[in-house]
């Protein structure tokens, strides 16, 4: 079970806010209050009260070491009772988001027991009706595949506190300082 008051590491995608935010304030209001649009790298991850400057300094570390690249957004998914968007390239994210649990081993994503990652996704609508979810899906790509068709730099990532409901800002960790970043195909 998931602490009502824990962490979370995220990459904040403000890019997109303009379009994709009335669909998630539409349909997917999170119980976890309101956050910018984001890609989920670990939740959960750490209480807050363990939150060392050992464990800070770690995360510097690690994501001092992994270059900025260039993904985009390419087409609409679903979970049961969640549509989201997918990043292309998804391997760049899924090493990511393998090395923060191999740094962190006793953090699982979703609190879940599992050895591979969740797909990397945004979250922008829920439904517990799989056909209204995909309409949903299929007008929000409709309505926005034109958007969708930009470029993006993946340059830092978000430690959040999500506490009683609510989501707040820790701290920003930048990646690797040299070079403008990387084009990671298939962008």
Not at 69 to 75: D, E, G, L
Not at 79 to 99: C, Q, R, T
Not at 118 to 128: N, R, Y
Request: with cysteine.
């Amino acid at each position: 079970m998931i602490s009502k008051t824990t962490t979370a590491i995220d990459l904040i995608v403000n890019e997109i806010s303009s379009f994709i935010d009335p669909y998630r304030k539409k349909y997917s209001y999170s119980k976890y209050g309101w956050m910018p649009p984001h890609i989920t790298l670990l939740f959960p991850f750490k209480h807050p009260d363990d939150l060392t400057k050992e464990i800070i300094e770690n995360l510097k570390s690690h994501f001092s070491n992994i270059e900025p690249f260039y993904y985009k957004f390419y087409k609409v998914n679903y979970f049961p009772e969640v549509a989201y968007l997918s990043p292309s390239p998804d391997k760049a994210f899924i090493d990511i988001m393998k090395g923060v649990m191999r740094l962190f081993p006793d953090c699982k994503p979703y609190g879940k027991k599992c050895i591979n990652p969740p797909p990397p996704h945004l979250t922008f609508a829920k439904s517990g009706d799989p056909k209204k979810l995909k309409e949903i899906g299929d007008n929000f790509y409709i309505e926005n595949k034109e958007k969708l068709d930009r470029v993006l730099k993946f340059s830092k990532i978000q430690l959040t506190l999500v506490e009683n409901g609510q989501s707040s800002f820790i701290c920003e960790i930048p990646l690797k300082k040299k070079g403008n970043g990387r084009l990671a195909s298939p962008v």
